[in-house]
């Protein structure tokens, strides 16, 4: 279990690095475009797989998306604890918004929708709630994830249910399945 737990955070390390160089080139003036960079790994899976037939590609295609979505939500909910540190608080007093105003909902700099429970729980934090909120917060985040990694394994499982084991063998190695 340790090492699941190692190896998905080293994928969802490798996916923010990815994901976190590209939106720095985007505040920089640069042209991130995540469907573009999404579609750069399929091609790179699909050539991985050696899939030839389009027919068998589209089906390969739609359970990798599957897979690739359930990563990035869990990837997501991680993303706040390990690069945001207190609720995304950054040096300026913008407190991590995405305008200098403060009055837009701050954005998840890598990519998906904010987890909002671990909002609430930031929230929490920075209202320096009773421990008893607090606790209640955080078995929310963990029931959450929890159910992120079942969706994640259950999106690994079908994909390998597809794959013949040369394939899968692949798939281990570029870290689509374990």
């Avoid at 750069?40 to 037939?53: A, C, F, I, K």
Wanted: charged share 25%.
């Amino acid at each position: 279990m340790k090492s699941l737990k190692s190896l998905v955070a080293l994928l969802g390390c490798v996916t923010l690095f990815s994901l976190s160089a590209g939106n720095a080139s985007a505040q920089r003036g640069g042209n991130f475009d995540p469907a573009q960079f999404r579609q750069m790994r399929m091609d790179g899976y699909r050539e991985s797989l050696e899939v030839t037939d389009d027919a068998e590609w589209k089906v390969l295609e739609t359970a990798i998306g599957k897979v690739m979505d359930a990563q990035q939500d869990m990837v997501t909910g991680m993303a706040r604890g390990m690069f945001g540190g207190r609720g995304g608080q950054r040096r300026g007093g913008n407190n991590g918004d995405t305008n200098n105003g403060g009055n837009q909902p701050r954005r998840n700099p890598f990519g998906g929708t904010p987890d909002p429970d671990s909002e609430a729980l930031q929230a929490a934090i920075d209202a320096k709630a009773p421990a008893a909120e607090l606790k209640a917060k955080m078995e929310k985040v963990r029931t959450s994830a929890k159910a992120k990694e079942a969706k994640y394994a259950a999106a690994q499982e079908d994909l390998k249910k597809l794959l013949s084991a040369r394939q899968e063998a692949i798939a281990i190695t570029v870290g689509l399945v374990r």
